[in-house]
């Protein structure tokens, strides 16, 4: 079984960056590939980033640029990371934490919050 806990979201204002740190713990051999996707008011979830065990990365098309993803492992867990900079208003979402077993596991969330 693998947790999943997210931290590092907050308020920041346009322009400012945040950094988002996940980490995994259990089974984590059983991870094939981790990432960060969020879910804004009235909108879908989408992808913003994922990182697979070789440490290929694919970025959702709305932060290609913006946004990087990173992993390590440390002491038995996995950790990822999401380096946000150049933060609009529009990256305003709830951002959860993924991982990809023989199913998708999720964490609860952290808020992101960009004031104009």
């Known amino acids: 079984q693998v947790q999943l806990v997210e931290s590092g979201g907050g308020l920041v204002q346009a322009g400012g960056s945040l950094r988002l740190s996940c980490v995994a713990s259990?089974?984590?051999?059983?991870?094939?590939?981790m990432g960060w996707y969020r879910q804004a008011p009235g909108k879908q979830r989408e992808l913003v980033a994922r990182?697979?065990?070789?440490?290929?990365?694919?970025?959702g098309d709305s932060v290609s640029g913006q946004f990087t993803i990173s992993k390590d492992e440390i002491d038995a867990k996995l950790w990822i990371y999401l380096q946000m900079n150049g933060l609009k208003p529009e990256d305003t979402a709830i951002y959860y934490c993924?991982?990809?077993?023989?199913?998708?596991?999720w964490g609860k969330g952290t808020l992101v919050t960009v004031s104009s």
């Open positions: 993924n991982a990809m077993t023989w199913r998708h596991l």
């Open positions: 259990g089974n984590i051999d059983s991870i094939n590939s």
């Open positions: 990182i697979n065990k070789d440490g290929a990365t694919n970025y």
